[in-house]
């Protein structure tokens, strides 16, 4: 799923570079009024599309199914960190530079407007035949899938680590006899899922997430700077350069993200 998904943005930005190297103005939507709202709209959605980013810490909350764990965990969550950054930064190139907007609109301002299916809108245009808007579409199943697997998969192993640790009621920390996985955990998980998709209003609950996404990686970030401060002779596999400068610095970027997406829902 996640190489369908890799496949299929790779041919929009190439597809999309070509439609750029067409248009005569392109260059100009990355520097006349390139900042609407200013860096205040900037911190919003960034505090929104981050969670896109998000996910690398799965690699560390399944720790214990990992071979050589000390190498591969480290390794791991910087390459998939720099793929992530790499697409993303690519498509929003091709969305912004390749999008033809009706009338007098402005790239943005068309693009805000179509909200969700934006990407399928630049998709339907810069792909040849017409069949971009198709093909964006699967994409984004196979996305949705993809990412509803490995939430799942995290959720369920976060709850059986707190379940184990007394945390969470002991069933949390039961495993399957025969498939060993904590499969009440993933039960309890797909349950909670769904109750909330169904009852709950989308965009407050996509706010929810991030806000605790960002409260997460902020307690993380703290717990780096105790456990060095306190238990510095522990063996690490990665320690964290410019100590303590990033860990500061993360604490106070994603609390001021989280309290940006609180004001504005």
């Given at each position: 799923?996640?190489?369908?998904?890799?496949?299929?943005?790779?041919?929009?930005?190439?597809?999309?570079?070509?439609?750029?190297?067409?248009?005569?103005?392109?260059?100009?939507?990355?520097?006349?009024?390139f900042l609407p709202n200013g860096f205040i709209g900037v911190f919003i959605a960034m505090g929104f599309t981050f969670i896109a980013f998000e996910g690398y810490e799965i690699i560390a909350q399944?720790?214990?199914?990992?071979?050589?764990?000390?190498?591969?965990?480290?390794?791991?969550?910087?390459?998939?960190?720099?793929?992530?950054?790499?697409?993303?930064?690519?498509?929003?190139?091709?969305?912004?530079?390749?999008?033809?907007?009706?009338?007098?609109?402005?790239?943005?301002?068309?693009?805000?407007?179509?909200?969700?299916?934006?990407?399928?809108e630049v998709a339907q245009q810069v792909f040849p035949w017409g069949i971009g808007g198709l093909i964006l579409l699967l994409s984004g199943l196979a996305s949705t899938t993809s990412a509803l697997?490995?939430?799942?998969?995290?959720?369920?192993?976060?709850?059986?680590?707190?379940?184990?640790?007394?945390?969470?009621?002991?069933?949390?920390?039961?495993?399957?006899?025969?498939?060993?996985?904590?499969?009440?955990?993933?039960?309890?998980?797909?349950?909670?899922?769904?109750?909330?998709?169904?009852?709950?209003?989308?965009?407050?609950?996509?706010?929810?997430?991030?806000?605790?996404?960002?409260?997460?990686?902020?307690?993380?970030?703290?717990?780096?700077?105790?456990?060095?401060?306190?238990?510095?002779?522990?063996?690490?596999?990665?320690?964290?350069?410019?100590?303590?400068?990033?860990?500061?610095?993360?604490?106070?970027?994603?609390?001021?993200?989280?309290?940006?997406?609180?004001?504005?829902?």
């Amino acid at each position: 799923l996640t190489l369908i998904k890799i496949v299929i943005l790779g041919l929009l930005v190439i597809f999309g570079a070509l439609a750029m190297s067409r248009l005569d103005d392109w260059q100009g939507r990355f520097s006349t009024g390139f900042l609407p709202n200013g860096f205040i709209g900037v911190f919003i959605a960034m505090g929104f599309t981050f969670i896109a980013f998000e996910g690398y810490e799965i690699i560390a909350q399944s720790g214990e199914e990992i071979l050589d764990p000390i190498r591969n965990i480290p390794k791991a969550i910087f390459i998939s960190i720099s793929v992530a950054v790499v697409v993303y930064i690519l498509v929003g190139i091709v969305a912004v530079g390749a999008i033809t907007p009706p009338g007098d609109l402005a790239a943005y301002e068309y693009l805000g407007a179509k909200g969700e299916v934006a990407i399928v809108e630049v998709a339907q245009q810069v792909f040849p035949w017409g069949i971009g808007g198709l093909i964006l579409l699967l994409s984004g199943l196979a996305s949705t899938t993809s990412a509803l697997n490995a939430t799942t998969y995290a959720s369920s192993r976060v709850s059986f680590a707190m379940g184990r640790d007394h945390n969470l009621p002991a069933f949390f920390a039961r495993i399957h006899p025969k498939r060993h996985t904590p499969h009440l955990a993933v039960a309890a998980t797909g349950v909670l899922m769904t109750l909330m998709a169904w009852t709950l209003p989308i965009e407050d609950v996509a706010a929810s997430a991030s806000i605790m996404f960002l409260l997460l990686f902020m307690l993380v970030n703290v717990a780096v700077l105790f456990l060095r401060l306190q238990r510095p002779e522990l063996e690490r596999g990665f320690r964290v350069p410019l100590f303590p400068i990033l860990p500061v610095l993360a604490i106070v970027s994603n609390a001021f993200l989280a309290i940006n997406i609180f004001r504005f829902s």
